[in-house]
C-alpha cells in the first residue's frame, strides 16, 4: 500500500488545521503499515484505536471553531465527519472481534484515501477559506481536549492519550 502524504493541495493554510491532518495521515499510515500487519495483531488494533481517538479529537475541534465562527456549512461538514468516524469505528471494532483480516486493512486505507482526496482537498479547505475571512488572517486556534470536554464536546471518559 502506497503511504500517504500532506501534499501542498491538502494544505488548508491554518497551521493548527494542518498539523491536526498531519498527526492523522501519520497515523493512517501506522494503521496501513504492513508492518503492523505482518508484526502482531496488537501493534496493528494500538495504531487503529489511537487513529479513531485522534479523529474524534479532531472533528470534535473542527466543528467547535465552526459553530463559534458561525460557518454557514456546518451541519453539511458534521455529517462528513460522522460517516468518517463511524467506519473508521466499524473498522476498529471488527478489528478486535474478528483480528486483522487483509480485507480490513483495505478498507480502512481506501477510506483513509477518500477522507483525504474529497474531505481535505475541498470540503476543510474551504472552510479554512472561510475562517481566514472571517479572522483576517491564518492564525486560528483549535480547542484543546481539555476544552472540548468543559464545553461538553467530547465525552468525559475520553481518554485523550493522544500526546
Known amino acids: 500500500m502506497r503511504r500517504f502524504e500532506l501534499t501542498d493541495d491538502l494544505l488548508t493554510g491554518i497551521q493548527a488545521i494542518d498539523s491536526h491532518h498531519r498527526r492523522l495521515i501519520e497515523l493512517g499510515n501506522a494503521v496501513i503499515d504492513p508492518s503492523a500487519i505482518k508484526g502482531d495483531a496488537l501493534n496493528f488494533e494500538d495504531a487503529l484505536k489511537f487513529l479513531t481517538d485522534y479523529v474524534i479529537y479532531h ?38 472481534v474478528v483480528g486483522v483480516p487483509k480485507d480490513i486493512k483495505l478498507r480502512i486505507s481506501f477510506a483513509i484515501e477518500n477522507w483525504l482526496l474529497e474531505h481535505i482537498r475541498i470540503t476543510d479547505r474551504s472552510l479554512a477559506k472561510y475562517l481566514q475571512e472571517q479572522a483576517g488572517g491564518t492564525d486560528i486556534r483549535l480547542s484543546s481536549i481539555q476544552t472540548l470536554k468543559k464545553k461538553g464536546k467530547l465525552p468525559d471518559a475520553f481518554n485523550g492519550r493522544l500526546s
Request: hydrophobic share 35%; aromatic share 16%; glycine share 2%.
Open 59 to 96: 472533528f470534535a475541534a473542527e466543528e467547535d471553531v465552526m459553530v463559534e465562527s458561525g460557518f454557514p456549512h456546518y451541519e453539511t461538514h458534521r455529517q462528513w465527519h460522522e460517516r468518517f468516524k463511524q467506519d473508521i469505528m466499524e473498522y476498529a471494532n471488527q478489528a478486535r
